[in-house]
């Protein structure tokens, strides 16, 4: 058990719907990123939080969004969802300025 | 950009062999390096990290690996594999503001 965990973890949706899913990160931690993960390919960087301001994107379009709260716990938003955004969605939370990440089960959306 | 690539996807080993897998990565900088472990249906774990000092590196379960920084490598070895360890390997570099770039990870199949 890491202390993150994310919810839910599984979910359908279809596509062109809109999908938000949730993380709670370990405690004492105040930075979580967002990782996905397609079958066969290992884990993508999508952003990153600390202290409620995105601080780092990879090569995700605008309609992967995301929050940070003042708990630390976060959000990642996905709009006008497609066929290829199926895939298992990870959280990893971290201390600032100490970089091992620790990782939650993930969600798996399928979109259909 | 920060890139890493693992040369093996798919690996399988009898008991009790030997594991050496291969991981290569490209940044212009200094960078923290990581083996992270899937097991079958749980979290992403860290297997093992290197951040500076000693390059030869111990992790858990009997996995070591060492970085050769010439080589721009950071190879993952245990002298006797078990079938425990029948799971995917995920080689990761980071290079700056914590965000970790992965490999595609490598199954390995352990057979009894």
């Known amino acids: 058990e890491t202390g993150v965990t994310q919810s839910p973890t599984h979910l359908i949706k279809t596509r062109g719907q809109q999908v938000t899913l949730r993380c709670s990160s370990q405690s004492g931690h105040n930075t979580v990123s967002w990782y996905q993960q397609a079958l066969g390919q290992g884990p993508q960087f999508i952003f990153q939080y600390y202290r409620e301001e995105e601080n780092g994107r990879g090569n995700f379009p605008p309609r992967f969004s995301g929050l940070q709260f003042p708990n630390y716990s976060s959000e990642l938003n996905v709009n006008a969802l497609e066929l290829d955004d199926s895939a298992l969605y990870l959280c990893?939370?971290?201390?600032?300025?100490?970089?091992?990440?620790?990782f939650g089960q993930g969600t798996r959306l399928t979109v259909v | 950009a920060q890139s890493v690539s693992q040369h093996n996807h798919h690996v399988i080993l009898s008991e009790a062999a030997s594991l050496e897998l291969g991981c290569n990565y490209s940044?212009?900088?200094?960078?923290?390096l990581f083996w992270y472990v899937q097991y079958p249906g749980q979290h992403l774990q860290l297997l093992l990290k290197?951040?500076?000092?000693?390059?030869l590196v111990k992790g858990i379960k009997g996995f070591e690996a060492e970085f050769i920084k010439s080589k721009f490598s950071f190879n993952l070895r245990k002298p006797s594999v078990q079938w425990s360890d029948t799971a995917e390997y995920f080689c990761a570099v980071q290079g700056g503001y914590q965000k970790v770039t992965f490999g595609i990870g490598t199954k390995l199949q352990v057979i009894p």
């Open positions: 940044y212009g900088g200094t960078v923290n």
């Open positions: 290197y951040f500076s000092g000693d390059p």
């Open positions: 990893a939370s971290s201390l600032a300025g100490v970089s091992e990440a620790f």
